[in-house]
């Protein structure tokens, strides 16, 4: 196993100019691919910034027309408001001007119904105590109810 430099399994680093020019060129193309890589990525970062400006214009143009919506129906309950003010005086100025008898004849209607329901109710129930206070509870709104009447 001895070769002719008397060298035994010895490995000799041989450097080829044709190798050192490869290795040169290799470096070269991977830099240039680095700034290529680098150029592409930075397009793409301005594209994506430019999407972005866009999107915020288009949500803030979205948001003023909301917001420009909003103040329109708020200036709108104003109006409101002051219409059901105006209703509110004008039932009040009705309240007043309704003469008494008018006042006396909603009362015994609205006796009579309580009335009809107490006797619907007095009949339903099963209960004798119930019954007979019920039937109290009709004779108090009769004398109510004649009580209106005079």
Same mark, same amino acid.
């Given at each position: 196993m001895i070769s002719?430099?008397?060298?035994v399994h010895k490995f000799k680093t041989i450097h080829d100019s044709k190798n050192a020019d490869d290795s040169i060129g290799t470096r070269s193309a991977e830099s240039a691919a680095v700034a290529a890589t680098s150029r592409d990525m930075s397009k793409?970062?301005?594209?994506?910034? +430019?999407?972005?400006?866009?999107?915020?214009?288009?949500?803030?143009f979205g948001m003023n027309r909301n917001i420009a919506g909003l103040t *329109? *129906?708020?200036? !709108?309950? !104003?109006? +409101?408001?002051? =219409?059901?003010?105006g209703i509110d005086q004008r039932l009040v100025q009705m309240e007043q001007g309704m003469p008494s008898q008018m006042k006396k004849m909603?009362?015994?209607?609205?006796?009579? =119904?309580?009335?009809?329901? @107490? @006797?619907? +109710?007095g009949n339903t129930? *099963?209960? *004798?105590?119930?019954?007979?206070k019920m039937q109290q509870v009709l004779q108090t709104l009769k004398e109510v109810r004649q009580g209106l009447e005079q």
């Open positions: 002719d430099d008397n060298n793409v970062a301005v594209i994506v910034s +430019l999407l972005v400006v866009v999107l915020l214009v288009i949500f803030f *329109e *129906e708020v200036k !709108g309950l !104003g109006s +409101l408001r002051q =219409e059901m003010a909603i009362a015994q209607d609205i006796v009579n =119904e309580m009335a009809m329901k @107490a @006797a619907h +109710l129930l *099963e209960d *004798e105590q119930l019954r007979d």
